[in-house]
């Protein structure tokens, strides 16, 4: 199976601070991943398709980037409710995601 | 609105079965793949099976196959996880989540409130 580690595990920032969250595969996955949003007992919430995909509704200070093993997650100008754990995905082989990233309130 | 509302948790001895059901609206049911992904308290996400629109495919994880069966019934708008020979490992809170394909890129794009399965003596 494909792993995907995450960086870092846990990070505190303040609101409006720029967060940068990196996703690494254990093998190229070209751009077969998804980052997703999930909140204390709520289910995840797509954020980010195919690498650097704005999925629908979703605030633009979130972006994507990446391609091959390295991908990055990038919220530009945090805010209050963007506090949460976030997962990367990859569907280029059978599903895995990455451990999660917790970001919380400095 | 797409909607998945999964029922069917419960607390199960080790050995047991238990059987889940994700009841989805909102969208053309039997055009789409549908999931089960597992988050166990305080960890990660884990995928553990798919199952193709018409039901032709299926597909688990390592840690389930033989022991979890997907299915679905379109004409109730319902995919089924009938999970057999429990361990204290799946324990977890399940998701139902629907398949989308965008830029050629498979993702989840909406998923269910989860239900909680506790395997214990």
């Known amino acids: 199976d494909i792993q995907l580690t995450q960086s870092p595990s846990s990070l505190s920032a303040s609101v409006g601070d720029r967060v940068t969250i990196t996703c690494r595969a254990s093998q190229s996955i070209t751009n077969y991943l998804n980052w997703y949003q999930q909140k204390p007992g709520k289910a995840p919430k797509l954020l980010i398709y195919a690498a650097s995909g704005l999925q629908s509704g979703v605030p633009s200070r979130f972006s994507g980037s990446g391609s091959g093993t390295d991908f990055t997650l990038t919220i530009s100008g945090l805010q209050p409710e963007d506090f949460a754990t976030y997962s990367c995905?990859?569907?280029?082989?059978?599903?895995?995601f990455g451990q999660g990233t917790k970001v919380e309130i400095k | 609105e797409v909607q998945m509302v999964e029922t069917g948790g419960d607390l199960v001895q080790p050995g047991g079965s238990l059987r889940l059901s994700c009841e989805a609206s909102g969208f053309t049911f039997s055009s789409y793949a549908m999931g089960w992904v597992r988050q166990a308290l305080g960890k990660g996400l884990e995928w553990v099976s798919a199952?193709?629109?018409?039901?032709?495919?299926?597909y688990y994880a390592d840690s389930v196959k033989g022991r979890f069966t997907i299915s679905r019934d379109n004409s109730k708008n319902t995919v089924y996880l009938q999970m057999n020979s429990l361990r204290a490992e799946d324990t977890a809170i399940y998701y139902c989540a629907k398949e989308e394909r965008a830029a050629g890129i498979l993702h989840h794009d909406y998923w269910g409130q989860g239900t909680l399965v506790t395997v214990s003596s």
């Open positions: 995905q990859q569907s280029y082989g059978t599903w895995t």
């Open positions: 199952i193709s629109g018409s039901g032709d495919g299926t």
